[in-house]
């Protein structure tokens, strides 16, 4: 298992822009699929974003596509979130989280180590 930690939410305003951060301990993140999920206030997880292990596949949901760009830094045991013309509806905690098959995947129970979230909130 791969212990995740987010960083880089914050408070915007509609249009802004944000880059988020996924930290991973263990010498096998490399071999793990990534993936971003979000949850707003009184709303199910949502997945939002994946890549696969080499960072050659990625994967988004409808509601973020074009303007949201996952990437991935194996040396550095990072994954990126990079989110651009940020609307209200993109307010929620984004959670990181990592799949052992290493193939892209939009399902959430593919998904075994969580991180603890970060919040985004985008103001109108």
């Known amino acids: 298992q791969v212990q995740l930690v987010e960083s880089g939410g914050g408070l915007v305003q509609a249009g802004a822009s944000l880059r988020l951060s996924c930290a991973a301990s263990?010498?096998?993140?490399?071999?793990?699929?990534m993936g971003w999920f979000r949850q707003a206030p009184g709303k199910e997880h949502e997945f939002a974003a994946a890549?696969?292990?080499?960072?050659?596949?990625?994967r988004y949901a409808d509601s973020v596509k074009g303007r949201f760009t996952i990437s991935r830094d194996n040396a550095k045991n990072t994954v990126y979130l990079q989110m651009n013309s940020l609307k209200p509806e993109d307010t929620a905690v984004y959670y990181c989280?990592?799949?052992?098959?290493?193939?892209?995947?939009?399902?959430?129970?593919?998904?075994?180590?969580w991180g603890q979230g970060t919040q985004v909130i985008v103001s109108s």
């Open positions: 989280a990592a799949s052992r098959g290493g193939v892209v995947t939009m399902i959430r129970t593919d998904f075994s180590s």
């Open positions: 890549i696969s292990w080499r960072g050659g596949n990625t």
């Open positions: 263990g010498r096998t993140f490399s071999s793990y699929a």
